[in-house]
């Protein structure tokens, strides 16, 4: 008997573990696979871009009514609604818990909160300590100071982003963009992104290093100086080499060759790094050297003052990019992405991207440095 | 005496063959945890589209008219620029209408340069090192006939070579004909793991990837660096996978790099690809080890994990050594003198932790994925556990059989494909464009692909 029970049991657990099985293939069986979007292209400005075709699409599909006392075209949009408006002007402390659309040009008082989307197609200024969802403007927009916005900020024009400022998401815009001390947003896209300060008078890049370190240094009998030792050397081939350990360069150096560093790297003021340099550790780039090849750092990166990049940074752990330094490339842009928080002093340019796993930072570049710097 | 040496070397075989598998199944376990805890450290997704050197891509083809025309359309609509792309359709002595529909498409964009082979080697190793003579890429981008990439596939896989230590990018293939048979949908689990859970994982760990030879890229100046390709080799991919990790050089996998691929239907099918995949496998286990474990390049963790990876196949026969001691050990009376309480709980705890780590990694591909409906055939493959095992020991015993006399392989075979019908009378490409030179908006036979209109 025990063993009839103890049958039944087994064969009753063993079919009900195929029959789900069974019944999943029979859901599955003559389906194809729909989980790729093969039209998919990696967009910056894909919020903005996005918001703005939808908000097309609504606006031309959804039923219309105009409210008589406010002049106010609405669009019932389900749960939400979208107010249209020519253009206003909104005083400080107002709520406004719909989509917004501004026809011309819009500026709010401090204190403001939008709890939805707003869209302005003419020009823009945020009041200090504003709070907002997500904002795209066809004209200029200023973000003020204190500002908190819970996702992303596009705009067609210059866009700036105030003092203390802070953005969840990207912030976009096809023309340029500037930051003010204490703005934070996660990552910044645009032909030019430049924090206060800005004088281009200090780029003046002049490399007449007395004492050079050329890299790789190949010969047989090369003697370790300057912070290199040429046993640690590897060739990995294709005009690329390995150096096993940290290399604390004392002269500046002149990079011709693809480097892989297994350790910390640094260089000292004006330095030129013509190729591709990697290191497991640090990168820490000497004062007014130029980079034309790619940085990639397993930990942090920091680009001394003055300093010149034409490709891309990329870090596992912070970055800095500080005073005066320029990222330019011709006809494409540059990016500097780093894991953790990328810290931009005051006076710096990219043309491109900068991005951070954590946030991006504008600081003042501290008074003791310029304060030497000039002296 | 005969009988009680019998039982010592039934038990020396299960003991090494639980040894080996509780090392994978640990293997397993750690990995698939790995993968639900550590964030993607090297992301270079942020990087997409600003690192942009010269491409060359480069397809091999043998009589693929069903699906030329597919890939064609979806090389020329990538987002990649024009201007720094080369194509390069390799026509391996097809004899159908593949050079038809190959010329049709060069006619119309210049940077589609076929190559139509006529003698040499045969197979894809020896079209790859041919085709390589003429690229000008710094990149070189590959892609199997059957395979339909998404329009930034291309960006992606570039962008890990900003990094100069990176000599190869591998992408991730996903299988749309999963609802064809219950093989392909047994296999899209297989590769789910393989993709979304092992090689994400080893690569979030510092391990190098494994380079599959499609939907990858390779640094032109790394691969002359190694010899090129290797002409012999029935696995090209995993051949330069570890030539370039004994140079220094490491494989990045871009998981959102993902393009379709059509796995096989039928059983025959999968065999003939496993015993192919058998073969170059434990053929680079044999070239490559010692050099491996010598390797000034590499850390004592990276060799195991390469051992781990080279010598994955040989656990198909321990298996079934293990099974067949097993039951030797059931049916010798004698060796029930064995205290069986500490032996039935030490292979209790094998069976409940050990098998079921491949089991784990699905599972966590599953859910990565967001496929709960696919997750439940998993008891399902059970059957595809079996049928593989017997498919890889009976391709291991012809590997070594050949070996041990001398003999050539099977050589090259090349997988059936399935997809697509013909259409337009034009003696069909599955993709509805009529010999490759149809309307640009037309779409796939499998509905998979939508061509738009040329950029301007």
């Known amino acids: 008997m025990a063993f009839l029970l103890f049958t039944i049991g087994f064969c009753a657990i063993f079919y009900l573990h195929f029959a789900v099985a069974h019944r999943a293939w029979r859901r599955i069986k003559g389906r194809q696979s729909a989980e790729l979007d093969m039209d998919y292209v990696r967009l910056e400005d894909y919020f903005g871009q996005s918001f703005r075709t939808k908000l097309a699409g609504w606006m031309k599909t959804l039923p219309k009514a105009t409210n008589g006392s406010t002049g106010l075209r609405v669009f019932d949009k389900g749960n939400e609604r979208i107010f249209v408006a020519g253009g206003a002007q909104y005083p400080a402390g107002r709520k406004e818990k719909e989509i917004l659309v501004i026809e011309g040009d819009f500026n709010c008082g401090r204190n403001c909160d939008f709890e939805k989307e707003l869209m302005v197609k003419g020009n823009c200024s945020i009041g200090p300590d504003t709070q907002l969802q997500a904002l795209a403007v066809d004209g200029t927009l200023h973000v003020g100071e204190g500002a908190r916005v819970r996702r992303w900020v596009d705009a067609v024009k210059e866009l700036t982003v105030g003092k203390d400022a802070v953005v969840k998401s990207r912030v976009t815009s096809r023309t340029s963009i500037e930051l003010m001390p204490g703005s934070q947003a996660l990552s910044l896209f645009a032909p030019e992104v430049f924090t206060e300060g800005r004088f281009e008078n200090g780029l003046q890049i002049e490399l007449t290093p007395a004492v050079i370190a050329q890299l790789p240094h190949l010969e047989k009998d090369a003697k370790a100086a300057h912070g290199y030792d040429p046993a640690k050397l590897f060739s990995m081939g294709g005009n690329t080499y390995l150096y096993n350990g940290n290399l604390h360069l004392s002269a500046p150096l002149h990079l011709r060759a693809a480097f892989v560093v297994r350790g910390d790297f640094s260089c000292p003021k004006e330095s030129l790094l013509e190729a591709d340099l990697k290191a497991y550790g640090s990168i820490s780039i000497g004062a007014a050297s130029v980079v034309k090849g790619n940085l990639t750092a397993g930990g942090d990166m920091a680009l001394k003052p003055n300093c010149y990049f034409q490709g891309l940074l990329h870090a596992g752990g912070a970055m800095r990019l500080s005073h005066g330094v320029r990222g330019l490339r011709d006809k494409t842009p540059v990016a500097a992405y780093a894991a953790g928080v990328v810290t931009v002093e005051s006076n710096v340019v990219v043309n491109g991207k900068l991005a951070s796993g954590q946030r991006v930072v504008a600081v003042s570049t501290p008074v003791a440095w310029l304060e030497g710097a000039r002296a | ?456």
């Open chain 2, 1 to 456: 005496m005969a009988v009680t040496f019998l039982i010592g070397i039934a038990y020396a075989v299960v003991g090494s063959a639980t040894a080996v598998l509780l090392l994978y199944a640990i293997r397993h376990y750690l990995l698939g945890y790995t993968r639900l805890g550590i964030e993607t450290p090297k992301d270079a997704m942020d990087l997409v589209g600003f690192h942009m050197p010269r491409v060359t891509v480069l397809i091999p083809m043998h009589n693929e008219e069903r699906v030329a025309g597919d890939i064609l359309q979806a090389i020329v609509d990538s987002d990649y620029d024009w201007e720094k792309l080369e194509v390069i359709p390799i026509n391996d002595r097809s004899e159908d209408k593949t050079q038809e529909i190959i010329d049709g498409f060069a006619l119309r964009y210049p940077f589609i340069l076929p190559l139509h082979r006529t003698g040499g080697a045969s197979g894809k190793p020896a079209a790859l090192v041919e085709a390589c003579k003429r690229a000008t890429g710094e990149i070189l981008v590959m892609f199997d006939a059957d395979y339909v990439p998404g329009r930034a596939v291309i960006k992606m896989l570039v962008a890990p070579f900003a990094d100069p230590e990176v000599g190869a990018s591998m992408g991730r293939v996903v299988p749309h004909n999963i609802g064809d048979s219950l093989l392909s949908g047994l296999l899209s689990l297989e590769r789910s793991a393989g993709y979304q859970g092992v090689q994400q994982s080893r690569f979030n760990l510092g391990f190098t990837a494994q380079f599959g030879g499609t939907v990858g890229a390779v640094r032109a100046s790394a691969l002359e660096s190694v010899g090129g390709w290797n002409p012999q080799s029935l696995t090209e991919d995993t051949d330069l996978t570890f030539a370039l990790l004994l140079n220094g050089w490491k494989t990045a996998y871009v998981n959102r790099a993902e393009c379709y691929e059509e796995v096989p239907q039928t059983w025959s099918v999968r065999r003939r690809q496993l015993s192919r995949w058998v073969t170059g496998h434990t053929e680079c286990l044999h070239n490559y080890w010692p050099d491996l474990m010598r390797s000034r390049f590499l850390t004592r963790w990276e060799k195991v994990d390469a051992l781990f990876l080279l010598a994955m196949y040989w656990t198909a026969p321990m298996v079934v050594a293990g099974w067949m001691a097993s039951l030797l050990l059931f049916f010798i009376p004698e060796a029930h003198q064995t205290p069986w309480l500490p032996v039935a709980l030490a292979f209790l705890g094998y069976q409940l932790f050990s098998n079921q780590a491949t089991f784990l990694e699905i599972g966590v591909a599953s859910m990565l994925d967001g496929t709960r409906i696919r997750s439940l055939l998993l008891p399902l493959n059970l059957f595809n556990f079996f049928a593989n095992t017997g498919a890889i020991c009976n391709a291991l015993r012809k590997f070594y059989w050949n070996r041990f006399w001398g003999s050539g392989g099977d050589g090259w075979y090349k997988t059936h494909r399935t997809r697509g019908t013909a259409v337009n009378g034009a003696g069909g490409n599955g993709s509805g464009f009529g010999g490759g030179a149809g309307p640009a908006a037309a779409r796939s036979a499998t509905g998979l692909y939508h061509a738009r209109e040329r950029r301007g």
